[in-house]
């Protein structure tokens, strides 16, 4: 068993050094950019006065003064007797240094669960997962945090690999692992796991080496031991609130249910006995399967959501916890590494709306995260026949592109599965998010916009198309007519396309990723407009007696405009994805559709809507030509990177050997191929260079 515990991190692919090519470019590129987020990461930190700093430490510098004073400071006595000799530095000085360490250990941390990816690892993967956790830790919630004063959440994870990984010996790495402990004792949990996979002296030094740390910290610093185990029950609730959002874990999120008391006590008791008990047998499997890299990142993960206090700069475990494999087909196998990096890098509240149901998910995002780790995510067995062959993902079969110059996208290929049901839902939540921040972002400065607005309605008095207040006007003296524009301004603009994205992702998976991909494109044509160009709506041109029929009068005396701007930038207007997105939309059922009834009302969805936003004043003609152009855009794009709808484009009489193709795997990477006995094949591509 303890043979099995040292090959999961043997690091059989220690040896692989350099790389040749785009792999070497790659890695390149991927330190370069560890390095700028890891200054990126020091200079938010140092931008902090040096004075608010030190206080935010608040660590006296004499050891009668108490840890605890001012409940800021949230580490355990053993921390705080190290962390107090600091206190005497001069403010910036240490402030450079503890962020340069803490940055220097977030680093030492990649490497080492790098070289612990379980054997046999591609020669791609070794190559570039060293920089490419590093740099996904440098932009990960825990350590944005963990760089601030008085934080160790970082040295305690860097404790456990080397125990673990690099550290020969029972009694070393047991020494390592105890200090661990020490510093965050919830990783005490460690001392079993190491029990359980045969290494038995560690075990035993883990629980000696706590002990002894935590005897030494009741002795020196009796009040602040009290305080911190008996008053605060293993610091819950200094640093903040224990029902805070920055406490995730399983007693937090049940206070922040509304649970209190004797009995959310005894619930947070089981649950957690339940949650460990889960996780370590998880992990204890892991490790005897090889896979201990895994096994050490489950445990890390249950030492979080059972400690009364789990702060979220804790919670680096999670990010470690992309080493396993989740999916039979090569296609879900991107689906758990992006769901935990976009959990642990972005907040709540851009992966899940703000509706008040959603509330229990979106303020435990980090949580469910390791509770999923630990308890629920079904990760591969190394036995399994797709641990090293998924099944493969199918491809449409090549096709001249009509366009010979352009050069199409190598890696662009078209796919005729259905994608991942969870990756498209996070990714379209994630998009629509980065969308929405960047259109509120864009100038708003009313001058300007207002300035804009007299061109276009000057451009379009030339051209003799200024429609835009005779057609108000006649629907605001119609109720009914003004009923019905508005009702379907407020009504189809999302509902629609999504429901198209619905039904073509259920029925037509090949035509769901072109169409998706147009929609895309569009939009983030869209965004360069907003930006570029901040336009008035005619509801907010002053003097031209505009009628704002959907969301009622507005004071143009007032820059604020109400409540209206604290919903979207209101000179957002040029181009009309309102009308761009019902010309896509349109656009997609008119060619895909078989019905004729289907493409007649695919054809007038557009057309009502352009009525819909000239009517009711929120946009000129000239809007919805912008619009139209972005989508045309969109379809064109994608026609010209990928080739025709459906089919896998290349280049007219050029062959393409196996060794051309861009993601042809090289001979460390052999194990990853699709097996030959697999009725799911990947047809021979003739591409484009």
Same mark, same amino acid.
């Given at each position: 068993?303890?043979?099995?515990?040292?090959?999961?991190?043997?690091?059989?692919?220690?040896?692989?050094?350099?790389?040749?090519?785009?792999?070497?470019?790659?890695?390149?590129?991927?330190? =370069?950019?560890?390095?700028?987020?890891?200054?990126?990461?020091?200079?938010?930190?140092?931008? !902090?006065?040096?004075?608010?700093?030190?206080?935010?430490?608040?660590?006296?510098?004499?050891?009668?003064?108490?840890?605890?004073?001012?409940?800021?400071?949230?580490?355990?006595?053993?921390?705080?007797? !190290?962390?107090?000799?600091?206190?005497?530095?001069?403010?910036?000085?240490?402030?450079? /240094? +503890?962020?340069?360490?803490?940055? #220097?250990?977030?680093?030492?941390?990649?490497?080492?669960?790098?070289?612990?990816? %379980? @054997?046999?690892? %591609?020669?791609?993967?070794?190559?570039l997962a060293a920089p490419a956790l590093v740099a996904l830790m440098m932009a990960s919630l825990p350590v944005r945090e963990a760089a601030s004063p008085g934080q160790t959440a970082v040295l305690p994870v860097l404790l456990v690999l080397l125990a673990v990984f690099r550290v020969p010996g029972g009694r070393p790495a047991g020494f390592l692992a105890g200090l661990a402990a020490a510093l965050q004792p919830a990783l005490l949990l460690f001392a079993p796991l190491l029990w359980l996979t045969g290494r038995r002296?560690?075990?035993?030094?883990? =629980?000696?080496?706590?002990?002894?740390?935590?005897?030494?910290?009741?002795?020196?610093?009796?009040? @602040?031991?009290?305080?911190?185990?008996?008053?605060?029950?293993?610091?819950?609730?200094?640093?903040?609130?224990?029902?805070?959002?920055?406490?995730?874990?399983?007693?937090?999120?049940?206070?922040?249910?509304?649970?209190?008391?004797?009995?959310?006590?005894?619930?947070?008791?089981?649950?957690?006995?339940?949650?460990?008990?889960?996780?370590?047998?998880?992990?204890?499997?892991?490790?005897?399967?090889?896979?201990?890299?895994?096994?050490?990142?489950?445990?890390?993960?249950?030492?979080?959501?059972?400690?009364?206090?789990? $702060?979220?700069?804790?919670? #680096?475990?999670?990010?470690?916890?992309?080493?396993?494999?989740?999916?039979?087909?090569?296609?879900?196998?991107?689906? $758990?590494? !992006?769901?935990?990096?976009?959990?642990?890098?972005?907040? &709540?509240?851009?992966?899940?709306?703000?509706?008040?149901?959603?509330?229990?998910?979106?303020?435990?995002?980090?949580?469910?995260?390791?509770?999923?780790?630990?308890?629920?995510?079904?990760?591969? %067995?190394?036995s399994s026949p797709y641990w090293r062959r998924p099944v493969p993902t199918a491809y449409g079969e090549p096709a001249d592109a009509r366009w010979s110059r352009i050069p199409l996208l190598p890696f662009w290929r078209r796919v005729n599965s259905r994608p991942n049901l969870l990756l498209e839902l996070l990714l379209i939540r994630v998009g629509y998010s980065i969308y929405s921040h960047i259109r509120a972002a864009a100038p708003t400065s009313r001058s300007l916009a207002e300035g804009n607005g007299g061109q276009?309605?000057?451009?379009?008095?030339?051209?003799?198309?200024?429609?835009?207040?005779?057609?108000?006007?006649?629907?605001?003296?119609?109720?009914?007519?003004?009923?019905?524009?508005?009702?379907?301004?407020?009504?189809?603009?999302?509902?629609?396309?999504?429901?198209?994205? =619905?039904?073509?992702?259920?029925?037509?998976?090949?035509?769901?990723?072109?169409?998706?991909?147009?929609?895309?494109?569009?939009?983030?044509? /869209?965004?360069?407009?907003? +930006?570029?160009?901040?336009?008035?709506?005619?509801?907010?041109?002053?003097?031209?007696?505009?009628?704002?029929?959907?969301?009622?009068?507005?004071?143009?005396?007032?820059? &604020?405009?109400?409540?209206?701007?604290?919903?979207?930038?209101?000179?957002?207007?040029?181009?009309?994805?309102?009308?761009?997105?019902?010309?896509?939309?349109?656009?997609?059922?008119?060619?895909?559709?078989?019905?004729?009834?289907?493409?007649?009302?695919?054809? #007038?969805?557009?057309?009502?809507?352009?009525?819909?936003?000239?009517?009711?004043?929120?946009?000129?003609?000239?809007?919805? !030509?912008?619009?139209?152009?972005?989508?045309?855009?969109?379809?064109?794009?994608?026609? /010209?990177?990928?080739?025709?709808?459906?089919?896998?484009?290349?280049?007219?009489?050029?062959?393409?050997?196996?060794? @051309?193709?861009?993601?042809?795997?090289?001979?460390?990477?052999?194990?990853?191929?699709?097996?030959?006995?697999?009725?799911?094949?990947?047809?021979?591509?003739?591409?484009?260079?």
């Amino acid at each position: 068993m303890a043979d099995a515990v040292e090959r999961g991190g043997a690091g059989g692919h220690a040896g692989v050094i350099g790389g040749g090519g785009r792999l070497g470019a790659v890695r390149i590129l991927l330190w =370069a950019l560890a390095a700028v987020l890891g200054v990126r990461q020091a200079a938010a930190v140092l931008r !902090v006065p040096p004075g608010e700093w030190l206080s935010g430490l608040d660590l006296p510098g004499s050891l009668p003064g108490s840890l605890y004073g001012a409940g800021q400071f949230t580490g355990t006595p053993f921390a705080g007797l !190290v962390l107090k000799p600091l206190a005497g530095l001069a403010a910036p000085s240490l402030e450079v /240094a +503890w962020t340069c360490v803490t940055l #220097l250990l977030v680093a030492g941390v990649g490497l080492v669960a790098a070289r612990a990816l %379980p @054997d046999p690892v %591609p020669r791609r993967t070794a190559l570039l997962a060293a920089p490419a956790l590093v740099a996904l830790m440098m932009a990960s919630l825990p350590v944005r945090e963990a760089a601030s004063p008085g934080q160790t959440a970082v040295l305690p994870v860097l404790l456990v690999l080397l125990a673990v990984f690099r550290v020969p010996g029972g009694r070393p790495a047991g020494f390592l692992a105890g200090l661990a402990a020490a510093l965050q004792p919830a990783l005490l949990l460690f001392a079993p796991l190491l029990w359980l996979t045969g290494r038995r002296p560690a075990a035993r030094a883990t =629980a000696v080496t706590f002990a002894g740390a935590t005897a030494l910290s009741w002795a020196s610093l009796p009040r @602040d031991s009290w305080t911190y185990w008996v008053e605060y029950l293993a610091g819950t609730g200094l640093g903040g609130a224990p029902d805070s959002l920055a406490n995730q874990s399983l007693h937090g999120a049940l206070l922040r249910l509304g649970l209190s008391g004797p009995g959310e006590i005894a619930l947070a008791l089981a649950l957690a006995a339940a949650v460990a008990w889960t996780g370590l047998r998880r992990a204890v499997r892991y490790a005897r399967d090889g896979q201990l890299l895994l096994a050490v990142a489950v445990t890390g993960c249950v030492a979080v959501a059972v400690s009364p206090a789990g $702060w979220r700069h804790q919670l #680096l475990w999670v990010l470690l916890a992309v080493a396993g494999k989740v999916g039979r087909r090569a296609a879900d196998r991107r689906v $758990w590494p !992006v769901a935990v990096v976009l959990a642990m890098s972005l907040p &709540s509240a851009v992966l899940l709306p703000n509706l008040a149901a959603l509330a229990p998910v979106r303020d435990n995002v980090l949580l469910l995260a390791a509770l999923a780790a630990a308890c629920a995510v079904p990760f591969l %067995p190394r036995s399994s026949p797709y641990w090293r062959r998924p099944v493969p993902t199918a491809y449409g079969e090549p096709a001249d592109a009509r366009w010979s110059r352009i050069p199409l996208l190598p890696f662009w290929r078209r796919v005729n599965s259905r994608p991942n049901l969870l990756l498209e839902l996070l990714l379209i939540r994630v998009g629509y998010s980065i969308y929405s921040h960047i259109r509120a972002a864009a100038p708003t400065s009313r001058s300007l916009a207002e300035g804009n607005g007299g061109q276009i309605l000057g451009i379009e008095r030339a051209l003799g198309i200024d429609i835009e207040r005779a057609v108000n006007r006649a629907v605001v003296d119609t109720p009914w007519l003004e009923a019905f524009f508005n009702f379907y301004y407020t009504s189809f603009h999302f509902v629609v396309p999504l429901t198209i994205l =619905a039904v073509l992702y259920w029925r037509r998976p090949a035509d769901y990723r072109w169409a998706r991909a147009s929609l895309g494109l569009a939009t983030v044509l /869209a965004l360069a407009g907003f +930006w570029l160009y901040p336009l008035a709506p005619p509801r907010l041109m002053p003097g031209l007696g505009f009628v704002d029929t959907v969301h009622g009068v507005q004071d143009l005396a007032n820059p &604020s405009y109400g409540a209206m701007t604290a919903i979207s930038n209101q000179y957002a207007a040029m181009p009309s994805l309102h009308f761009g997105w019902s010309l896509w939309c349109g656009t997609v059922i008119v060619v895909l559709a078989t019905r004729r009834w289907q493409k007649l009302l695919g054809a #007038l969805h557009p057309l009502v809507t352009v009525c819909a936003i000239v009517a009711t004043a929120n946009h000129w003609v000239l809007d919805a !030509v912008g619009g139209a152009a972005v989508v045309a855009a969109g379809f064109g794009l994608v026609h /010209a990177l990928s080739g025709p709808r459906g089919l896998k484009a290349a280049v007219p009489g050029q062959r393409r050997t196996a060794a @051309d193709a861009p993601d042809a795997p090289d001979a460390a990477d052999a194990p990853d191929a699709p097996d030959a006995a697999d009725p799911v094949r990947t047809p021979a591509r003739s591409g484009h260079p």
